[in-house]
Every structure is written in C-alpha cells, then in structure tokens.
C-alpha cells in the first residue's frame, strides 16, 4: 500500500474512510466496500442477539415469579403457559424493537455514511489563444451555489478543454483555481445529476458528464439577472 494512502473506518459513527491517489481508490474502493458491508451485518447479528437475550431473560423471570411453582403444573397448564409465554416473549420482543426504533438505535434505519477523500487533479485552467481561463469565465456566469458552480466547472473542461469526462479530482482543482472552499463533491455530483439533471454519471468511476440541460443552463441561465 502506498505511503501517502489512508483507510479508517468507525462502525459506531457508520463512517467509512479511504484517502490516497485517484488510482489507489479506483482499484480498491470495491474491496473495502465489501469489507465494510461485512462488519455492519456482524454488528446488525450482535443487536438482534442482545434484543432475544432480552426477551428470554424477561420470560424466564415472570414464570419463576409466579404464584404457583412450575413443577405443580398439570400437562394441560404447562402447554397453556408455554402458548402464553411464546405470546409474551413476542409482544416484549416487538415492545424491545419499537423502543429501539423510537431512541434511533434501530438497525433498520442506521444507514452507513461512506466518505471517500478525493485529492485534486492537475487540468489546464489558464487562459492562452484558444479559449478564456476559468477564473474569468466564472466571473462572467457568477454562479450562486455548488450545483451550479460543479456544472460551470464541468461545462468549462468539457467545452474548453475538450474533455469528454470530467473526474470529481479536477473539479476540486477548479475550486483551488478560483480559491474557494471544496465541498463534498461526490454528495454535490449525485444531487446535481438527481435532482438538476445538469450532470449524469460518467463511464469511469468517480467522473461525471455534462448533459444537455445543464449545458443549457450555463449558456442561457447564467448569470441570473
């Protein structure tokens, strides 16, 4: 493994953390997706153990609590007590779950946040005889958010420079090129693409592509009057 590559993951926060080059990640995003995948199925698997202990624990306590010693029982009781303690084990076990769902420690809605640190690309960004440098095309679209600043990066390597894909690496550089702060870009790109419909995925991992209404909104959108 590479000496400037890093991977941590933290199953209590659900986080999830792999840092190197654009081809370290490509190569071994997968593998640790799946590694991280397994440990969350163990920690689901311990939940449900705790939750039955529970519940056995509990049952097991109201029959040696009871008024009558459990050797006394006839036959006919001892079944009519184990169809009602099966009945109790269950509601105290759905009691355990929605208490669980309630306090938001419920396995079935901890959803694992995976956070992938992507370093920036070199691209040409500068000015020369064939095209505006990026710093003055931003200035004249004056773009507001993310999403729109993203799909003006985009757009510009992909008219400018001629690129067919663009990778989440050289937007990040166009945020160093106009100097301000990086987003999430992989939360930014997928939003863009979901709910804008400006950008769509790319062929590549970790890329993005201009698409026509996005095209569209840069050109004619742009800046807002």
Not at 76 to 83: G, I, P
Not at 183 to 191: A, E, F, L, Q, R
Request: one cysteine or more; proline letters at 5%.
């Amino acid at each position: 493994m590479p000496s400037d590559t890093k991977f941590r993951i933290n199953l209590k926060e659900g986080v999830f953390e792999l840092e190197g080059n654009e081809s370290f990640v490509d190569k071994h995003l997968e593998k640790f997706e799946e590694i991280f995948k397994v440990a969350i199925k163990e920690v689901i698997i311990n939940n449900k153990d705790n939750v039955l202990n529970y519940t056995n624990t509990s049952s097991k306590a109201t029959v040696n609590n009871g008024p009558i010693p459990l050797e006394n029982y006839s036959s006919q009781e001892s079944r009519t007590h184990s169809s009602k303690n099966k009945d109790l084990q269950t509601s105290e076990y759905n009691d355990v779950q929605r208490e669980l769902s309630l306090s938001g420690k419920s396995t079935k809605h901890s959803i694992p946040k995976i956070s992938i640190n992507i370093p920036p690309l070199p691209v040409d960004l500068k000015q020369n005889h064939e095209k505006i440098g990026l710093r003055d095309f931003y200035a004249e679209k004056k773009p507001t958010n993310h999403y729109e600043k993203t799909t003006l990066f985009v757009f510009y390597l992909t008219k400018y420079n001629k690129q067919q894909e663009i990778r989440y690496g050289e937007i990040l550089s166009c945020y160093e090129e106009i100097n301000e702060k990086k987003p999430s870009i992989i939360d930014i790109v997928k939003n863009a693409i979901r709910y804008k419909g400006w950008l769509e995925p790319g062929i590549e991992k970790l890329s993005t592509r201009l698409t026509i209404s996005g095209e569209n909104f840069i050109k004619f959108d742009l800046p807002k009057t």
